[in-house]
């Protein structure tokens, strides 16, 4: 917090379709090994549903859903790019074992103006050994 106040962050993508507000304070970012997170090179950052403030609706970017079909990527359907996304729901075995289920967004912190997310903690996330369908 700076002086008591949560900040605010905007995001947007590369061209602009997509805008989003951000109000949390970043203590880290999250860098996943699995094959979309590797690929993509987002850092993300989880937050609380109502955290996220979606100032474009999600009918107006592309949905893309892999393995589990439970994670929800969202794109912008001009230049691509994944400002958010909702993390996929946890197995069975995961629930069985405790997991609590994350219910909330994953940001893109490259999409947040003016954040330079490049001193902050790293969390690695071993994606790959999450299970499949």
């Not at 090179?41 to 937050?47: D, K, P, Y």
Request: charged letters at 25%; proline letters at 7%; aromatic letters at 8%.
């Amino acid at each position: 917090m700076v002086d008591g106040v949560t900040p605010v962050y905007n995001g947007s993508c590369h061209c602009g379709q997509v805008r989003f507000r951000l109000t949390a304070i970043i203590d880290q970012k999250r860098i996943c090994n699995c094959s979309i997170c590797h690929k993509r090179g987002a850092l993300i950052f989880r937050v609380d549903e109502n955290q996220l403030e979606l100032l474009t609706p999600l009918e107006d970017l592309q949905l893309y859903t892999w393995g589990t079909k439970t994670a929800r990527d969202y794109f912008c359907k001009s230049c691509g790019i994944l400002p958010f996304r909702r993390p996929r729901h946890n197995t069975a075995e995961e629930t069985d074992a405790g997991i609590p289920e994350f219910v909330g967004w994953a940001v893109n912190l490259r999409c947040l103006d003016g954040f330079d997310p490049s001193d902050l903690p790293v969390r690695h996330i071993d994606g790959l050994a999450l299970p499949l369908p």
